[in-house]
């Protein structure tokens, strides 16, 4: 999941901007009457909308693809898939990329978190992007390459390349914190609409994608392709940021400067006795996400599946449609209803209701149709019952991440960079430290 961070507002219109070169982060006043510039040609809205879709993009849009993998990872013996008999690639792919790309992703969370202040912002968005996009075009080079006798490599070399782009996951976050933690929350709001809209644009991708060709490997040409678009117009929005005046305004602005030392480990440990309760959050979210989507989502069939394999709703539309495009709708919707509603008067009741919804809700999951299956019953057998179940999943997890990060910053007074960055570590930690189970949860189906 992407943690964005909210508006981190001064007192008497201070605002915050990091100078890298001196390893400081430096305090500005601004003059408070000057009202700020117009957004010329609409570069600062269009590059937070778009730092945030492409900040989410790559592990989207890899589990979206559904149908690639199927056929990639399918018995060589055959020229098609059964999604009811899965091969063990088929059945693991899901729950291995997650799971390998869990203490990197830690480490690079860590060291992002130490050293990131020290380089530009602008310089961190340009080369992260500038690896994820070099990625994006080896991997889709690997497309109409026929992998049939090969297939453990191409496994080891797909889960090695996300494995990868998810290392600079944190590094890409980290420096969005810095840069929205001094701007307005309408700029903060179209950077979370942005990540929200990542996981439609690539199941609709996918989907229109899959209407266009029957051929798997020329859908996975036309939706990788297009990805890779996508990251190098964020990478141009990134070069041309300099010349928006709000960015200049709000972030470099010839302002007078007051110096305070920058981070140490001592100010993170003091915010986290502050936001304790929403870092109880973030762990009992992340910590049982394996329980749910997409380790065990990916591999639900249709209840018409068996009986109607030729009709494409069953073979074709329902994972990219049902699995990935509903629930990203209904993320979307739970980060439009979440507010900062988290006090420390109330936590409690929010941790109570993460937990039910945890363990509860996530827990069901076992009892849907997924296939293969060795140990649970399928209790849940009907289409409409995994929607709902999905659907209240999903719904309910975006809207509590939501308002973890919205109510971040009044709970955490003066110190709320600090504190977005301590939600991002925490939460790769915690994903860390229970991605190991992912695979685990697959074979107990």
């Not at 979206?64 to 009811?84: H, Q």
């Amino acid at each position: 999941m992407t943690i964005n961070p909210n508006i981190k507002k001064s007192p008497m219109g201070v605002s915050q901007m990091h100078n890298f070169d001196k390893h400081e982060i430096k305090i500005e006043k601004t003059d408070s009457r000057k009202e700020p510039p117009n957004d010329s040609y609409f570069i600062a809205s269009l590059l937070f909308f778009f730092t945030g879709l492409a900040g989410a993009l790559p592990l989207h849009f890899f589990l979206v693809a559904n149908d690639y993998w199927m056929y990639k990872l399918r018995d060589p013996e055959y020229e098609t898939y059964n999604l009811s008999d899965k091969t063990y690639y088929q059945k693991m792919f899901t729950s291995v990329s997650l799971a390998v790309q869990g203490f990197p992703c830690m480490i690079s969370a860590y060291l992002s978190a130490k050293f990131a202040l020290k380089i530009d912002v602008r310089k961190r968005f340009l080369f992260t992007l500038a690896i994820i996009s070099f990625l994006f075009v080896i991997f889709t080079s690997l497309v109409k390459i026929n992998t049939d006798g090969w297939q453990t490599v191409f496994f080891i070399t797909s889960v090695t390349v996300i494995t990868v782009i998810a290392l600079f996951h944190p590094l890409y976050n980290i420096t969005m914190m810095a840069l929205l933690s001094t701007f307005p929350s309408k700029y903060i709001k179209l950077n979370m609409y942005g990540s929200a809209m990542a996981g439609i644009f690539s199941s609709c991708l996918q989907i229109i994608s899959l209407s266009i060709s029957n051929s798997p490997k020329d859908v996975a040409m036309i939706y990788f392709s297009l990805g890779t678009g996508i990251i190098l117009f964020t990478l141009f929005l990134t070069y041309v940021m300099k010349y928006s005046p709000v960015v200049e305004y709000y972030w470099k602005g010839d302002h007078e400067e007051h110096v305070v030392p920058s981070h140490t480990l001592r100010d993170f440990k003091n915010v986290a006795f502050i936001i304790w309760p929403l870092l109880i959050i973030l762990v009992l979210t992340n910590g049982t996400s394996g329980l749910g989507h997409p380790n065990i989502t990916s591999l639900v069939v249709s209840d018409g599946y068996n009986d109607h394999r030729d009709n494409l709703w069953y073979s074709k539309y329902f994972v990219p449609t049902v699995t990935f495009l509903g629930t990203d709708i209904f993320s979307l919707l739970g980060r439009f209803f979440g507010q900062a509603y988290i006090t420390r008067k109330n936590s409690h009741w929010f941790i109570i209701l993460t937990a039910v919804r945890c363990f509860g809700i996530g827990s069901l999951f076992f009892f849907c149709n997924a296939r293969p299956r060795n140990y649970f019953p399928v209790l849940f057998p009907y289409d409409f019952e995994y929607m709902i179940i999905l659907y209240l999943y999903s719904f309910s997890a975006s809207f509590i991440m939501t308002t973890v990060i919205l109510s971040s910053p009044r709970m955490a007074g003066d110190q709320a960079e600090v504190a977005f960055v301590s939600i991002q570590v925490v939460a790769s930690t915690t994903t860390t430290l229970t991605s190991f189970l992912d695979p685990f949860y697959v074979k107990m189906l």
